[in-house]
């Protein structure tokens, strides 16, 4: 079936706008993960999403990351007022609930660039 | 919180001989042990995964080890070929794959041909 998509692929905003990002999971997928990945660097958890319900967002850097996940299904990662230390790619994960279906299965990712 | 560490950032081989990383961690707690591979460019894809009850799983050219009292887990390539060129991503997770992972910082493995 059709594996994790995310929009828009590449992305550039002028310092101080606002951007979204968005996550399709794959269907059925109750877990829906956000990392940051940095230039060079592995990727760094932001928030987690178990259906609708944000269980953990201790990973986001600032009030200006905002995450949500309305029906369970489609996220949408916001980031205000952008900085160029905003700048990096952002990965969606999602995964199924229990025995082998727990992989961590990733999209390829927006990269946001800050200028 | 967890931590974990990766070795070496970059390794060379020549097609044909075997690579090793190696990671380790800090929290006892974790009890899953992912590698996924990136391409430049793509998106990290699981390669091999390894839970706390087993010391060791293989697939194939490629093998995970896991010593959870010195907290520790390496991955070995057997018979490395120029298409195993990549990133490879080392992490963990308290729980098992449906909760966060801390990677490690990655290892640029090149396969000489």
């Known amino acids: 079936g059709a594996g994790v998509s995310q929009s828009p692929r590449y992305k550039v905003a002028k310092r101080g706008q606002d951007v979204a990002l968005r996550c399709d999971p794959i269907?059925?997928?109750?877990?829906l993960f956000w990392y940051q990945q940095a230039l060079g660097q592995g990727p760094e958890f932001l928030t987690y999403f178990q259906n609708e319900a944000q269980l953990d967002k201790s990973g986001l850097p600032s009030d200006r990351f905002f995450a949500e996940r309305p029906e369970g299904s489609v996220s949408t990662l916001k980031i205000q007022r952008t900085q160029q230390e905003d700048s990096a790619v952002y990965l969606c994960?999602?995964?199924?609930?229990?025995?082998?279906?727990?992989?961590?299965?990733f999209g390829p990712g927006t990269r946001l660039t800050v200028l | 919180g967890e931590n974990v560490e990766q070795h070496p950032s970059t390794l060379s081989v020549q097609e044909g001989d075997s690579a090793v990383i190696k990671c380790t961690y800090s929290?006892?707690?974790?009890?899953?042990f992912p590698w996924y591979k990136q391409e430049l460019g793509k998106r990290p894809q699981l390669i091999i995964d390894i839970r706390s009850n087993v010391g060791e799983k293989k697939d194939q050219r490629i093998a995970v080890t896991l010593n959870k009292t010195a907290k520790h887990f390496s991955l070995h390539i057997t018979e490395t070929q120029p298409e195993d060129s990549a990133v490879y991503f080392c992490?963990?997770?308290?729980?098992?794959?449906?909760?966060?992972?801390?990677f490690g910082t990655g290892t640029r493995l090149t396969i000489i041909p």
């Open positions: 269907s059925g997928h109750v877990s």
């Open positions: 994960a999602s995964c199924g609930t229990s025995g082998s279906t727990d992989t961590q299965y």
């Open positions: 992490a963990a997770s308290p729980g098992f794959g449906n909760e966060k992972l801390t």
């Open positions: 929290d006892s707690a974790s009890n899953y």
